[in-house]
């Protein structure tokens, strides 16, 4: 099941998502002392409410301005897993939703996938 | 663009001897913020036994004439606080005041959601009565208020007959966000192809034990029903 795409002018959760990420590296500026950020390494999950493409989109909206401007933006895309009882196996899926692909069963239990994360930083 | 460290800004003064580029680990997940806030927001809530019900829908589900409804049923029975959200206009909070009960509208702008901070704002100024409910109408939208707690005890999702039964798995983490599907403008089921067994059926695969109830907010139809799911809640959340 595909998701809808966002259109680029529609409002979008991802902008406050971003939001967030400046305020995080802000943050993390003073705890651990730098005035500059050359790469953000961000970690979305497939399961997670944030498309990539939006959080790009994002991305170079809010960051003009601050100690992130210009910065890149590198996603770390990890798998949806769930956890499949009828079988005892994970598999992997790409909505939360998702059926076992072997024997149907749904829903599965999710145990990866809905990361939303900042990993960590390249800075000076 | 800047050719020396392809920084998009205009040429600008570099000093790469005195660069040190470093990686630092964050690990932090960016939900955390708001998560905080919607924890306060609960913390709050539970102090003054108010149960809050975080109604989500798609734009003209009819959540603001059910609240109005629910709000006339109520009368008498338990205190009633409304947050009103909407990208523009306090049309929405002034439909509420008119029944008497106090609502604080809170407008987004571009924002396609509420928020546990700007909620906290408007609960200090709200301040909700003891023992009483609080109804938040989030921005009409499936999609993004799902990821965002706002310290509710459930979120419950409005669904009307004349939007498409396949709602829940075009959406489905509203729906399972969601410990609540109302079904809307029954009224009007005789004239639109809207399957009911279908929906409920859709809404249990994303969410096995969503609860349903069947209501038009207009005729009057389900809402007493739906009064007495708030009381149970409200009852058992007090006395948990």
Known sequence: MAREMLKSDSPMHELSLCESVVRIIADEAERQSFSRVLKVRLEIGALSCAMPDAMRMAFTAVTPGTIAEGAELEILHTPGVAHCEQCGKDVEVSERYDPCPDCGTAPLFVTNGDQLRIKDLEVE | ?240
């Open chain 2, 1 to 240: 663009m800047c050719l020396t460290c392809g920084c998009g800004q205009p040429d600008h003064p570099h000093h790469h001897h005195e660069h040190d580029p470093r990686l630092v680990e964050v690990e932090r997940n960016l939900l955390d913020q708001n998560n905080r806030y919607a924890a306060a927001n609960r913390k709050l809530l539970a102090e003054r036994n108010t149960f809050a019900l975080n109604l989500v829908s798609s734009p003209g589900a009819g959540k603001t004439t059910l609240l109005v409804k629910t709000i006339e049923l109520s009368r008498g029975r338990f205190p009633v606080g409304v947050i009103e959200g909407d990208q523009q206009t306090s049309f929405d909070a002034a439909r509420i005041q008119e029944t008497g009960a106090p609502a604080i509208q809170l407008n987004t702008g571009k924002g396609c959601h509420l928020d546990a901070h700007m909620v906290g704002h408007a609960l200090s100024e709200l301040e909700p009565q003891p023992n009483g409910v609080l109804f938040i109408e989030n921005v009409g939208n499936l999609v993004c208020p799902a990821a965002f707690d706002l310290g509710e005890a459930h979120k419950v999702v409005v669904l009307s007959v004349t939007e498409g039964d396949d709602k829940p798995l075009k959406y489905p983490d509203m729906f399972h966000a969601s410990d609540l599907m109302l079904l809307n403008k029954i009224d009007l089921l005789p004239h639109v192809d809207f399957d009911v067994e279908r929906v409920v059926d859709f809404a249990r695969r994303i969410k096995p034990e969503i609860e349903v109830l069947q209501l038009s907010a207009r005729t009057g139809e389900g809402l007493d029903a739906w009064v007495e799911w708030i009381e149970a809640g409200r009852t058992h959340e007090v006395s948990a």
